[in-house]
């Protein structure tokens, strides 16, 4: 079963380990990615990944049903466990796999993903179009519509893989 788990700032590694520690067993860890790169003034590329959804990591317990979790609350690098997360089994799992269904082939999530939840308002991260606010007009199989907060209207190719955040 998956839960939700919540860790602290840069105690990701820590928890892990003491988890694994805890429960003896391997526990398989999954905390979707997305790659940034951001142009410096010196034209240098700087390379930022994060976790798509901040502090939260997805945690896969294969006996979770022998296990209780209110045990392991007090596990160093852990802020919280979401409990709620126990109850939507589906949804996780749905949503866990549309994440691996989306990544490249470095294991980042590429900016197709955002475009699955019918999000209308972006900004785009790199690319020619950097730190512009667009708004999606149509999506077809390989390119986007788009129009940008200037009344301009934009062609993105999805195979250009430029990154953009939802707003």
Same mark, same amino acid.
């Given at each position: 079963?998956? %839960?939700?788990?919540?860790? =602290? /700032? =840069? $105690?990701?590694?820590? #928890?892990? *380990?003491?988890?694994?520690? *805890?429960?003896?067993?391997? %526990? @398989?860890?999954?905390?979707?990615?997305?790659?940034? =790169? *951001?142009?410096?003034?010196?034209? !240098?590329?700087?390379i930022i990944i994060k976790n798509l959804l901040g502090n939260y990591i997805f945690?896969?317990?294969?006996?979770?049903?022998?296990?209780?979790?209110?045990?392991?609350?007090?596990?160093? +690098?852990?802020?919280?466990?979401? #409990?709620?997360?126990?109850?939507?089994?589906?949804?996780?799992? !749905?949503?866990?796999?549309?994440c691996k269904s989306k990544e490249n082939k470095d294991g980042s999530i590429s900016?197709? &993903? #955002?475009?699955?939840?019918?999000?209308?308002? &972006?900004? &785009?991260?790199? +690319?020619?179009?950097?730190? $512009? &606010? #667009?708004?999606?007009?149509?999506?077809?199989? *390989?390119?986007?519509?788009?129009?940008?907060? !200037? /009344? @301009?209207?934009i062609v993105i190719n999805k195979k250009d893989n430029y990154l953009f955040e939802?707003?």
């Amino acid at each position: 079963m998956w %839960v939700i788990a919540k860790v =602290k /700032k =840069k $105690n990701l590694e820590i #928890f892990k *380990k003491e988890l694994e520690r *805890k429960l003896k067993s391997k %526990v @398989t860890f999954y905390f979707p990615k997305i790659l940034i =790169k *951001k142009k410096r003034f010196n034209g !240098n590329i700087k390379i930022i990944i994060k976790n798509l959804l901040g502090n939260y990591i997805f945690c896969y317990f294969q006996n979770l049903e022998a296990i209780r979790l209110c045990d392991y609350k007090f596990t160093r +690098g852990l802020d919280y466990f979401l #409990f709620e997360s126990l109850k939507n089994q589906k949804s996780l799992y !749905n949503f866990i796999n549309l994440c691996k269904s989306k990544e490249n082939k470095d294991g980042s999530i590429s900016s197709e &993903f #955002f475009i699955n939840f019918n999000l209308k308002k &972006f900004k &785009f991260i790199d +690319g020619p179009f950097h730190n $512009n &606010f #667009f708004q999606i007009i149509k999506i077809y199989k *390989k390119k986007i519509i788009a129009e940008l907060s !200037n /009344k @301009t209207k934009i062609v993105i190719n999805k195979k250009d893989n430029y990154l953009f955040e939802s707003i």
